[in-house]
């Protein structure tokens, strides 16, 4: 999913409606959990000065209690408040070195 940063800043709306500007939602043709994860994030309307997430905010607003029956798993989303301390402290695997033969044969080289 599209990442917009922090949506209680400018920047992060700014971002949000720059990618609405030719998209109707969030992901795909129609309104989703994705949609919903955002518009949860976002708080409330936007100012007027972004009209792309403005439209998009009433359009989902209008579903009401509605959202919650909407297709699709509702994504967490990450805010770019705070650094992503855990993607740094995971400890790197170790690369496998099984080697899948795809054809079939029992030789090894």
Same mark, same amino acid.
Request: proline share 5%.
């Given at each position: 999913m599209v990442t917009f940063g922090n949506l209680k $800043?400018? %920047?992060?709306?700014? =971002? @949000?409606? *720059?990618? @609405?500007? *030719? !998209?109707?939602?969030? +992901?795909?043709?129609? /309104?989703? $959990?994705?949609?919903? %994860?955002?518009? +949860? =994030?976002?708080? &409330? %309307? #936007? =100012? =007027?000065?972004? #009209?792309h997430? @403005? !439209?998009?905010?009433? $359009?989902? /607003?209008?579903?009401? &209690?509605?959202?919650?029956?909407? #297709?699709?798993v509702k994504p967490v989303l990450e805010s770019s408040a705070a650094p992503p301390a855990a993607a740094a402290a995971a400890p790197a695997e170790e690369e496998d070195d099984d080697d899948v033969d795809l054809f079939g044969s029992d030789d090894d080289e």
């Open positions: $800043q400018s %920047a992060g709306v700014k =971002a @949000l409606n *720059d990618f @609405l500007s *030719d !998209r109707s939602y969030i +992901e795909g043709y129609s /309104a989703s $959990q994705s949609d919903v %994860a955002v518009f +949860e =994030a976002l708080g &409330s %309307a #936007p =100012a =007027a000065s972004y #009209p997430a @403005l !439209r998009w905010y009433h $359009q989902l /607003a209008s579903y009401g &209690s509605d959202k919650t029956s909407l #297709p699709g």
